[in-house]
């Protein structure tokens, strides 16, 4: 594994990085960097604390492992589960990361975030990879924060533990028009047991007729006070109907009782999406792409 850059930046290793580093790196970037946050406080929450699977980046001269004169300083890090997340990589870090990724020789099911970050380490690794399911070069980065154009609905609310079974394939149905392929909804397969997490925490909102679902929103990752929609579905007998705007209205109203900053993203051809969440008060910030696997 290649630990340092020519330039000087050097490749930490998940046991080493500091967590007062990583929550100031995060905290500098805590509007795109909802998702590793809030996995990096599962692991230190879990009840036999585990270290994150997230390498750092810091560079000669802002401190190294063991050395306690000198606290560490990262210039960025990354998530390296089964999903592949940047965190604040300059072309160095993209570059360590990228060889750590292939010495790893690990499976992942995704790479995604900040759109320079992952396009360069997709380029970097794409050479010696499986091809991809699908490349997502361009997905808006939006946040709420405009007054909306759209009232809220009444009929939005949080889903319960017993709307499950009816979320579930709402939620199905989203995932294979947003990836391209049916998710796995067999008993206790990791799909099935993340819908059933959300709707337990009171992270997904539903608007109900006749007995089904007709659109739902996840809150999908939150941490501190920054949140994420994600799975945002409208059933397609609702649609072009002019409430996608209404029920996303009304979930930024209650979500931001909880975490005050609502973000999101969506593909940039998905042009109905984003005329809705424009009403709905949403504005572009960043760039984000996605690589699936």
């Given at each position: 594994?290649?630990f340092?850059?020519g330039?000087?930046?050097r490749?930490?290793?998940?046991h ?39 390498v ?7 401190g ?8 560490m300083?990262?210039?960025?890090a ?5 999903n ?30 900040p759109q ?8 970097s ?8 399911f ?9 946040v709420?924060?405009e007054?909306?154009l759209?009232q809220?609905h ?22 294979t ?32 007729r ?25 059933a ?26 609502v973000?999101l993203?969506?593909?940039?051809y998905?042009?109905?999406a984003?005329?809705t ?17």
């Amino acid at each position: 594994m290649k630990f340092f850059s020519g330039t000087g930046s050097r490749l930490v290793p998940p046991h080493a990085v500091p967590s007062g580093a990583l929550d100031q790196l995060m905290a500098t970037h805590q509007v795109t960097s909802a998702f590793v946050a809030e996995n990096v406080g599962n692991f230190r929450a879990a009840p036999t604390p585990q270290t994150a699977p997230v390498v750092g980046v810091t560079r000669r001269g802002l401190g190294l492992p063991g050395r306690r004169s000198q606290p560490m300083e990262l210039t960025g890090a990354c998530w390296v589960g089964s999903n592949v997340v940047p965190v604040a990589l300059d072309d160095d870090g993209v570059k360590l990361v990228a060889d750590h990724l292939l010495t790893a020789r690990s499976p992942r099911a995704s790479f995604f975030g900040p759109q320079r970050e992952v396009l360069g380490l997709w380029e970097s690794v794409k050479h010696r990879w499986s091809d991809p399911f699908a490349v997502r070069e361009d997905q808006p980065f939006l946040v709420a924060s405009e007054q909306s154009l759209s009232q809220p609905h009444p009929e939005v609310r949080l889903a319960r533990r017993s709307d499950f079974a009816k979320v579930l394939p709402a939620s199905a149905a989203m995932f294979t028009e947003e990836v391209g392929y049916a998710p796995d909804t067999s008993k206790e397969s990791s799909y099935v047991l993340r819908v059933a997490h959300l709707v337990t925490k009171a992270r997904t909102y539903v608007v109900m007729r006749e007995n089904k679902v007709v659109f739902k929103a996840d809150i999908g990752a939150a941490a501190g006070q920054i949140c994420q929609i994600q799975g945002v579905w409208v059933a397609p007998e609702y649609r072009g109907q002019g409430l996608a705007a209404s029920f996303m209205t009304s979930v930024v109203e209650d979500v931001r009782h909880r975490w005050p900053t609502v973000s999101l993203y969506v593909n940039s051809y998905n042009l109905p999406a984003l005329k809705t969440y424009h009403r709905a008060g949403f504005r572009q910030v960043s760039s984000f792409a996605t690589v699936l696997f």
